[in-house]
């Protein structure tokens, strides 16, 4: 992949968009203050043995109180876009009923602060947050959450519709539905694999009811929804290794870009999880709701799968009573290949991206794509008041010469949005993870850019990749 050589000069599109990402439980704290009410987050992150160190997001990078200083600081970095979610709890306390005004005056300072310095909100409803009565009362696995989820919609685009254009409904719900209710490893905590393959339908159908409440309110809205796709490789050619990729691909990909891009499940995928869940929560019309029309759709990527299958004579019983986020196929094992990784222990793999975005676009959709994610951890030190991060810096540029070489194959790429603006709580891995172009004291608050967040200062100038 020539396209990738570091150092050769690169010009992306005019009017390519160039963001930074965040989301509302990872950086606001204020957890109790404006009305707001308990996500599934705080009751997670307050329970034992939960998150490292038992970190929670009580205080974040106390966004909240700090947010117009925060958008200077984007506006500094010449932000063309800023992508953040919306707390459910904060403006509908309880996830049901009136509206909170305090909670929503906060998010339409935060949009007027943003417009006032000419940059594009993209506002996301759900990245996890879910109001803890809900969890109460099913949480995603019982199907009224979709229309709890749909009425919030409603709630916010009324609140916010005259003055943000893009909008998605969810991030991630692979994440939301395997991570919360299939390993466990995110809130609400919960571990059985039908109810993951519950939560990760209704997910999909709060997407859609979502969708045609906001098209209803808001026609010129521009709707999507982000994914995190990630390509998963067989360890070898072997028949086995094949077999496993395409178990987890089913899983971690076409489980949610076949519903939602095609109106159906994939029938190797449910015939996988039969073991699991004969999806007889799927009702008639469904699919059709979860497949309405969008305007476009957001991929995060941030590495790739390598698997392999199920070592010889291992018995699949023993892997079923483990809490899993692959049901039905526990057992595939995941491969490291030995390439550097970042301080999350994920292979950087920035050809991973090209794949992942030319597959959206080949045989999913021509709809215009985001990289709504990318980015990295790695471990940083404050040095006389600096913090260099050469091997976040290294990360960007391979993954935006990935993204420009998609844009070169025909991948109508229109953003892209670096996870993260700030350091965050990074979920069940606190604070211990660092992820943001700006670092965060946490002591503090000081905000202190990273060399990398000058190097992007640069590229968003120059909309391309200087050579070096
Ligand atoms: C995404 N995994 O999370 C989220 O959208 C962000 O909130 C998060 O901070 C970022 O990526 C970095 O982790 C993920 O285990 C968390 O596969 C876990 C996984 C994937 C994405």
Redesign the pocket.
């Known amino acids: 992949l020539g396209l990738l050589d570091p150092g050769r000069e690169l010009a992306f599109p005019p009017g390519f968009r160039w963001g930074a990402?965040t989301?509302a439980y990872?950086i606001e704290g204020a957890a109790r203050e404006g009305g707001r009410t308990p996500s599934i987050w705080d009751t997670f992150s307050h329970t034992e043995g939960r998150t490292v160190a038992g970190h929670t997001g009580d205080v974040a990078c106390d966004h909240y109180h700090r947010m117009p200083d925060d958008v200077r600081l984007m506006a500094e970095l010449g932000l063309t876009s800023y992508r953040f979610s919306i707390s459910w709890p904060r403006v509908q306390p309880g996830g049901a009923g009136a509206a909170n005004q305090e909670g929503l005056d906060f998010y339409r300072r935060l949009v007027d602060e943003l417009l006032a310095h000419g940059i594009e909100p993209w506002l996301t409803l759900y990245?996890?947050d879910l109001p803890q009565p809900l969890e109460d009362a099913g949480g995603w696995p019982a199907r009224d959450t979709a229309g709890r989820f749909a009425d919030y919609a409603q709630l916010v685009a009324d609140a916010l519709g005259d003055r943000v254009r893009h909008w998605t409904t969810l991030?991630?719900p692979?994440?939301s539905a395997f991570?919360g209710y299939g390993s466990g490893?995110?809130a609400p905590g919960r571990s059985d694999g039908a109810d993951a393959v519950r939560a990760g339908h209704h997910l999909m159908l709060g997407h859609g009811l979502a969708v045609q409440a906001l098209r209803a309110s808001r026609p010129e809205a521009q709707l999507g929804i982000?994914l995190?796709l990630?390509p998963v490789t067989p360890a070898t050619d072997a028949d086995g290794d094949i077999d496993a990729a395409r178990r987890i691909d089913g899983l971690a990909n076409r489980f949610f870009l076949d519903p939602v891009l095609r109106g159906w499940y994939p029938t190797d995928l449910t015939a996988d999880l039969r073991r699991v869940s004969d999806f007889g929560h799927v009702r008639d019309g469904d699919l059709e709701i979860i497949s309405a029309p969008l305007d476009l759709v957001g991929v995060?990527y941030?590495?790739r799968h390598v698997v392999a299958a199920p070592m010889p004579g291992a018995e699949p019983e023993a892997y079923w009573r483990a809490p899993s986020?692959w049901p039905g196929s526990e057992d595939v094992r995941f491969v490291t290949r030995g390439v550097p990784v970042t301080d999350?222990d994920?292979e950087i793999d920035a050809p991973g991206l090209v794949e992942t975005l030319q597959r959206v676009h080949r045989d999913y959709t021509d709809l215009p794509l985001y990289v709504t994610?990318n980015?990295s951890?790695f471990v940083d030190r404050v040095v006389d008041g600096r913090v260099d991060d050469p091997e976040r810096l290294a990360y960007f540029d391979a993954h935006l010469r990935a993204a420009h070489a998609a844009i070169s194959a025909g991948v109508p790429l229109k953003g892209y949005f670096a996870?993260?603006l700030l350091d965050?709580f990074?979920?069940a891995?606190g604070y211990t993870?660092r992820?943001g172009m700006v670092y965060v004291d946490y002591d503090n608050q000081a905000r202190i850019p990273k060399s990398s967040a000058r190097w992007y200062a640069d590229v968003i100038r120059r909309n391309g990749l200087a050579a070096q």
């Open positions: 990402a989301a990872q990245h996890w991030n991630e692979w994440c991570l490893v995110h982000t995190n990630y995060n941030y590495s986020c999350m994920w994610e980015g951890a996870w993260s965050n990074e979920w891995w993870k992820f």
